[in-house]
């Protein structure tokens, strides 16, 4: 099983605060990796790490990501396994998580020390189904 979640994540302030997320936007790999790894010891961490990051790249045929490799794209998460948790509940599901120290997205730092660089490096990945917009490429948001 690998693992993912279909849940958007906004930044907790501001505008978002408006609206109610899913408690896994917030949670869902911290929740796994804390309580299903660490805590109830379900499967080996270098298991866990591998249905969180190759796995789901190889089953979804998104090349380059995934894996640290040469020529794949930087994605690095720098977390503590004896510190990550989730906070988010249905109550309060904008709670982010713990236990995260940095976070390289493209090869650039977003997150030192748990606070956010400012930087911006994602980009959209598309899988092997990617065909298109079906209008040719205009975006009408």
């Not at 907790?12 to 790894?37: C, D, M, Q, W």
């Not at 995934?66 to 709670?95: E, R, S």
């Not at 660089?117 to 917009?133: E, F, L, M, N, Y």
Request: glycine share 14%.
């Amino acid at each position: 099983m690998s693992l993912g979640s279909d849940e958007a994540s906004e930044v907790p302030e501001g505008v978002f605060l408006k609206s109610s997320s899913h408690p896994r936007a917030y949670g869902n790999t911290a929740r796994f990796l804390g309580k299903y790894i660490r805590d109830e010891k379900a499967s080996s961490l270098a298991d866990a790490i591998r249905r969180i990051t190759s796995l789901p790249a190889s089953n979804l045929g998104i090349r380059n990501r995934g894996w640290l490799a040469p020529g794949y794209y930087g994605d690095v998460v720098v977390f503590d396994p004896a510190k990550i948790a989730d906070h988010a509940t249905f109550d309060q599901p904008k709670q982010l998580a713990t236990g995260v120290d940095d976070v390289f997205v493209n090869g650039v730092q977003v997150l030192s020390g748990g606070k956010h660089t400012g930087a911006k490096p994602g980009r959209v990945v598309r899988g092997p189904g990617w065909t298109g917009w079906p209008d040719g490429g205009a975006c009408k948001l």
